[in-house]
């Protein structure tokens, strides 16, 4: 998609799994790259690195995205280094699964003021930019645990549900301005996540998806460019969800 070339991306927590997926699907589009990450150093070093060599321009932001002052110096990195801002991954995310009865109050709020906190920050962050240009594409990262629930999940359930009100009450707010406002919901994805389960946990999730696969982190990441390009350009305020089938 040549219409991607010279676009700025912003994506957050983009030093690993799906935000790493997204960095790369992006730069193979030609646009230049603004990631945050906020401990996966060595990570985001090498990811800089092999984002150049696919000739855009990369920079790697150390961010925590709970902290607003720190989202806004996001974006003024990029602007500063990139000179733009085109499209917003909202990516960054932790897990904490516990049941109700054993979740600590930390446990929610990490999770809440990381997770939905952290997209409220970004984006609020990155909105006035996106006026000014009067355009853009926001990206939100929800799961399918915000649409079904999952058990041992009512943090992470309730900070993705949030940020699908998100989505849909923004996409409504800035449609006028032509910021388009998306949320991608993934299932189960070969991350680290999946690859620090036990089999037996492997294969009771596999008989709830109807592909009986797990998604990779490059399609995810090619569903988010489809929706930052112009073929999308009519989808506003949509909950897509990538999922094998699970949540039918």
Known sequence: MDELKNNVAVITGGARGIGKACCFAFA???????????????????????????GVKAVAIKTNVRDFAQCKKTIEITLAELGRLDILVNNAG???????AMMELDDWKDVI???????????????????KQKNGCIINIGSVSGITGLPRQV???????GIIGLTKSLAKE????????????PGFIQTDMIGGMKEEMKESFLKAIPLKRFGKTEEVADLCVYLASSKAGYITGEVIKIDGGMAI
């Open 28 to 54: 193979r589009e030609g646009a230049h790259i603004a990631f945050t990450y906020n401990s996966s150093e060595k990570e985001a070093a090498a990811l800089k690195n092999d984002l150049g060599k696919l």
């Open 94 to 100: 932790i897990i904490r699964d516990k049941a109700l």
């Open 113 to 131: 003021d990381t997770n939905l906190g952290g997209t409220f920050n970004i984006c609020r962050a990155a909105i006035y930019t996106l006026f």
């Open 155 to 161: 943090n992470y359930s309730a900070a993705k549900a």
């Open 174 to 185: 800035v449609a006028q301005y032509g910021i388009r406002v998306n949320c991608v919901c």
